[in-house]
């Protein structure tokens, strides 16, 4: 008998999803201790791989003979070689918005400690102090002016947090109109700079990429306003860190970030000094630092969890991969060839033989068998028109009832 698909979970994942995954035609190893490192030798024989924030390599990959599909438990999947997995056909998904409530509740609960200095007051308090007057100094955010820079799942949920708050939401993004802006019930802006200018808290929930890899740059901390908020639960590399330790210092900016350059995954020790400045500089800047909790809390764990398993079970027994982010859309398919047959071994296999030998590439296939099983209808989405000769010699198959050609619209 042949032996079950492996999936390899190798993050820490809900308890309720390891237990769901059990229930599918898959052999389950849970192993969330794994390094990066670790993992590049573990994925022999693996089908399916379930990670977090772990790495994972093109060298991983490499000897990934047998993946299909691997699944990021998360949001962003900047971790995974998605190019070296592409290169080899295996599925990269992910589970987009299902943590965003929680990294806007993080988002809400920096602010906050910031405003109050939370932290610092119950150190201090921890210490036999007390300090009222030294505490008693908030401004509030009631009125304040918020600038949500990235306005997908994380930013939205900002966006409507923020009014309960009373304060105003202002939002900038590749894809936000005015129009759009005002649908969300929040303010425009139409540069990143213009946002950082306006605001009096300035919060970044961007996709990190080739463009906005830096794009909260000395710059920005330049025209936010003195002793404003600035807030990065997002990803670090988003931001000039240097930028924003001389902002903190010299102009009185005060941050709250859930993640850090060299996050030291898997170690116990971090080696940066940016965590030294939660004492106020002369200017009133400062720091508070979470160590990347913003999705893990228990729901959020749960609401990714049970969509890592819903993305696992589409796989196996419907073929199918949501929330896919490696399929192009970008198909250089411009015709359709569909062709009604009888359903015998072999009818099909001619087909592709003819339209090998007239050098025309396929791009996506589907058959579909109708009641009874005698006959069935494939469609084959090709990149280029055939010839009449073409499809003369497929059409002389005794078992191909019917074939025709449609043009596909252009998308890409
Ligand atoms: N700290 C944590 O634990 C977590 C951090 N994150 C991070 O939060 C950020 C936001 O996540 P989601 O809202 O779930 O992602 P999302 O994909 O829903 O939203 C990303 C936004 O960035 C915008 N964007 C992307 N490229 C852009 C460009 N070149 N110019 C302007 N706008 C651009 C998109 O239009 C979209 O509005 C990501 O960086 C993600 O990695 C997400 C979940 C947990
Ligand atoms: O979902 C994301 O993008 C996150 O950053 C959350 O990371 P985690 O799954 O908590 O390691």
Redesign the pocket.
Known sequence: MRAAMRLLIADKLHPRAVEELRTLPVDVIYEPELTKETLETSLHNVGILVVR?KEVTRKALESARQLNLIVRA???T?TIDVKAASERGIYVANC??K??S??AE?VFGLIVSIDRRIPDAVASLRAGRWERTEYAKAEGVIGKTIGI?????????VACRAKTFGMHPIG?????SPARAAELGIGHASS?EELAARSDVLT?????????RG?ISKRIFEVMPKRGIFIN???PD?VDNDAMRDAIVTKGIRVGI??VPNEPRGKKEITTDLYNLSTPSSTGGFLYGTP?????TDQ?QLAIATETVRVIRSFLLEGTVPNVVNVTNLSTARFQMVIRMLDKVGTLANVLAVIKRHGINVEEVTNTVFDGGSASCAKLRIVSRPTEACLHEIRAFEEVLHVDIVTLPNLA
């Open positions: 924030s998360g949001a962003e900047a987009p918005g943590n965003a929680a990294v993080l820079a990235g306005l997908g799942a994380i930013g939205r949920d900038w993004s590749r894809s936000l990143l970044v929930h961007l996709g990190l990429n080739d463009r906005t794009i639960c997002a990803r988003l859930d993640v990347h909790i913003a999705a893990s959020a």
